[in-house]
């Protein structure tokens, strides 16, 4: 996993994003080759309807993981939805959603662009089959660096897993939400903490409570009974999140920082006062009495990045206090239990099917069949992987996108049914040969 590439003037180049730069750039260059000599397509119509069908896919992708995973967005008012529905650099696309959106894109750039061209509906789909799984192989390697759409947990130890199980940096990784936070089969940082200490008097920054054995923490030198000081290069902040009147609330912001505390806000623009150390915290609440309406929530700074993460970064730097010394530890990478690295699974499938399709195309019974295959190919393919990722069920036991690969497959063989009874005959050849001169 690699969220971020590199970086150019301070601009991130994220993987997911590349990939999807390069999978355009690819399907729209082989593409317009195999639409002009397949189908007979002018290229800059082409280039066209990639544009148009690439924007309706990710439309139609982002749509969908909303609507199944509706419960990652509590945030339900409609401009709450739309600016959720843009952030797709945090992950959540589905391939049936984006193939349900190309499917609407595509019938409407037919009606009104393919029909006054004369293009062949059937023909362009065999030219186009191959490209499609190629976007597949291209995007999920995105996948794989964005650390999302990953498999359940592998244990190499219990059974083989192809291609090694794959460990992603846990801080970054989509994963976390779903194996720290709802499975509960992992720490966020590999090492628990003990209850915070609430008294006036006490110090409520972060005290390490058990380490697991043989985690990255575990090699850096954490150790059970460590108090966290500092966190990535600043002081572990003691943090006074403060809500109630909002006159008082102020008021009592000030008077705190009056004292040696610093003044910031919440992400939803509450006051927050901050400590960078603990005598200045315990003097400040000691000296400015808390208001009856006022209520501080007391957490730290390694609370606060944990729960909010920087995209791009991995890594986890840690002060503390060891009776009385205080060091700096080595940086270490939270990583995620091993999980079957099914993106690559599904890049490794579409590079087979490409081969197939190309391979077969000379033996096709009709136009269209390749897409009837690729379909079929692709329905077979998803349906086992599916197997192997953590999705929640929607019916029989069978996940959504396992329903969808039973609708395509019943698809494809409609499709194939109707192609037969309605092009029995092979093809015609599109190259032009010279008649002979009979003069």
Known sequence: MKQVLFEIAGIPMYGFGA????CFVAVTVWGSRRAKRTADMPPERFQDMVIW???????GARTLYMIQYSHHFPDHSPLGLVKAFFKIWEGGIIFY?????????????????????????WRLADAVAPLLALG????????????????????????????????FPLLPAHARQLLVREQLLQT?????LAPRALGLNDDPRAVVARVEAGSAADKAGVKPGDRVTGVNDEPNYIVLDLS?????????????????????????GKSRVRFSEYDTYVSARRLVPEPADVTPFVRDNLELLVAEWPRGKS??????????????????????????????????SMVLLILLLLAYYPYRRHDGQLMVLLMLGYAVHRFINESLRIEPNVGSGLTLSQWGSVVIGGAAVLIEVYLRLTMPSPPEPLTLVNAPDRR
């Open 19 to 22: 990939m999807l730069f390069v």
């Open 53 to 59: 069908l690439f924007v309706a896919g990710i439309l």
């Open 97 to 121: 959603g984006s193939a349900l959106g190309g499917v609407i894109g595509y019938a409407l750039f037919y009606q009104f662009v393919l029909r006054k061209l004369h293009v062949s509906g």
């Open 136 to 167: 597949l192989a291209v995007g999920r390697i995105g996948c794989y660096l964005n650390g999302c759409c990953w498999g359940q947990v592998a244990c190499e130890e219990c059974r083989p897993v192809p291609l090694g199980a794959a460990h």
């Open 188 to 192: 966020t940082t590999g090492f628990t």
């Open 244 to 268: 109630g009147d909002d006159d008082k609330v102020r008021a009592y912001a000030e008077a705190l920082r009056d004292k040696g505390g610093q003044l910031a806000t919440t992400p939803d």
């Open 315 to 348: 890594e986890l730097t840690l002060t503390v206090d060891r009776g009385a010394e205080r060091q700096t530890l080595p940086t270490f990478a939270p990583a995620t239990i091993g999980l079957y690295p099914t993106q690559l699974y599904e890049t490794v």
